[in-house]
């Protein structure tokens, strides 16, 4: 019987010393690559959808924009914000499902639904008006009130779903699709109208800033929250029940999507958790017991090599089928989770815990920078991207020259200065000669080549993060990976342990 062929491309494991060959390497890459973005937009799905359809696009071009590489070729503001503007406006055209309201709370996404289009226009608005205090130059001056509207009835609906749900009902919370994904779009939006240099100059813009923090205040984050909590608890308890009669512990909070409970960050526990996490304290800290317990869980379901299953454990031989290691399932989307666990964490900290959290970290970046270099592709959901990212986020908070300051331990040491950054940047590297690889065979090209999750268009954003490592100053740290539409949220009043 033949083998089944490996989900990833083998490399040396020996990452570079002098980082200036692959910074070139990845300048030159990235230049050309947002232009053929740029150039194969048409070809991008006709969705609003920011996973694979043409809205992904333009948050790559908010997210480069945003990276301060304006010395490389076509990647200053000037250049890329138009372009996320004209794609925005292309993708209000899609009718009917362009600013639609989600048809429930497990269809209310950012980046599966009309919430991140809508999520999207509201930020580029809030942008213009901390650029010129107005609104009402904006290019979405028309479309601002039907987004904050889509927004209020996505979360309204889900509320009132919840009330008419059986007690048995514990789906729906995942990111790709569901509240956790919702969850991320209020969060985003908060994180931004937090910014001190937002000045209202008319009323217009006032009344814009007003109903953007109320759909996104700390009381509807805490409704969200609750919604995603309960869910979990009632989760928890089937799987108990499931689970009664095998040697099997079971977790204060777990969550099912199409009947199955999965671990990683597209579909399950893991993304749901990292994104509560992201919450403000007070919205979070009466759930941090049943959090931390259930992360101390997820810990415990990681194997020797490093990597987490795909779903939880059943009790029952589940086959030899190769486990994954990417963003949905898999040590990748894991490890943005810890990572996001170990911000959180003070001096006081469990010291257990702590010391448990900081070894399936390691062992799970070791994993993904054997395994990163993945054969489906470049993107961020199951592609080199998203393995990028994960170790950018270990690299911020384990390497000593790159420590972040928002980090409340300094207990998280690491051997080399920057151990972790030399392997993201070397799988950064590797991903420039990504044709090679396809001409090959050695790495197919996905359906949507040039979208932001599947394509092109993350590997973009992937080398810019790192890009933006290799020029800060030593030891100025990065508050996030910044993993678009995912790891992106900013903050200062994250919950503590």
């Not at 973005?37 to 048409?42: E, I, W, Y």
């Not at 207990?411 to 200065?417: D, L, Q, W």
């Not at 954003?461 to 508050?479: H, I, N, S």
């Amino acid at each position: 019987m033949p083998s089944q062929p490996l989900r990833y491309i083998r490399h040396t494991n020996s990452p570079p010393s002098d980082f200036q060959p692959a910074r070139r390497d990845i300048e030159t890459a990235l230049s050309a690559e947002v232009k053929h973005v740029q150039d194969h937009v048409s070809k991008i799905r006709k969705t609003g959808s920011v996973y694979v359809g043409i809205t992904g696009a333009a948050l790559m071009a908010q997210h480069l924009a945003n990276a301060q590489l304006e010395r490389l070729a076509g990647l200053s503001p000037a250049e890329l914000l138009p372009f996320a503007d004209f794609r925005l406006t292309h993708a209000l055209s899609f009718s009917p499902t362009s600013l639609s309201n989600p048809s429930a709370g497990s269809h209310s996404s950012f980046l599966e639904t009309a919430v991140g289009i809508a999520t999207l226009i509201l930020m580029r608005a809030i942008e213009h008006v901390i650029a010129t205090g107005s609104v009402s130059t904006s290019t979405f001056n028309d479309s601002w009130s039907a987004c904050i509207q889509l927004l209020t009835s996505a979360a309204s609906m889900t509320l009132s779903e919840d009330r008419r749900q059986d007690d048995g009902d514990d789906s729906g919370c995942e990111v790709l699709y569901g509240r956790a994904g919702l969850l991320y779009a209020l969060l985003r939006l908060r994180s931004l109208t937090k910014r001190e240099d937002i000045n209202a100059a008319d009323a217009e813009t006032a009344e814009l800033l007003s109903k953007i923090r109320a759909i996104c205040s700390e009381y509807q984050l805490q409704l969200l929250a609750q919604s995603i909590i309960i869910r979990g608890q009632r989760g928890a308890a089937m799987y108990q029940q499931d689970m009664a009669g095998t040697a099997y512990p079971t977790p204060p909070l777990m969550w099912s999507w199409h009947g199955k409970r999965y671990l990683g960050a597209a579909h399950g526990l893991a993304g749901i958790l990292h994104m509560l996490l992201l919450c403000p304290e007070d919205v979070i800290l009466p759930y941090m017991d049943s959090i931390l317990l259930t992360v101390e869980w997820l810990i415990g379901c990681q194997d020797i090599e490093g990597n987490w299953p795909a779903a939880a454990p059943t009790g029952h031989p589940t086959g030899t089928t190769k486990e994954l290691v990417q963003w949905c399932h898999g040590a990748t989307g894991v490890i943005l989770l810890l990572c996001t666990v170990l911000r959180c964490a003070t001096t006081n900290s469990a010291t257990p815990l702590l010391g448990k959290v900081i070894g399936a970290v390691q062992a799970g970046a070791s994993l993904v920078y054997r395994h990163g270099l993945l054969s489906k592709g470049v993107g961020l959901c199951h592609g080199v991207g998203g393995s990028v990212f994960a170790l950018l986020a270990v690299s911020d908070l384990l390497d000593p020259a790159r420590k972040a300051i928002k980090t409340k331990t300094n207990a998280i040491p690491s051997k080399e200065t920057n151990y972790y950054l030399s392997r993201a940047v070397h799988l950064a590297q590797l991903a420039t000669t990504h044709e090679s690889y396809v001409a090959r065979g050695d790495m197919r090209v996905p359906d949507h080549p040039w979208s932001l999750y599947e394509g092109m268009a993350g590997m973009c954003c992937a080398w810019a993060e790192v890009l933006r490592r290799l020029t800060l100053p030593e030891g100025r740290p990065c508050e996030r990976s910044y993993m678009p539409g995912f790891d992106d949220v900013n903050g200062d009043t994250w919950a503590s342990w």
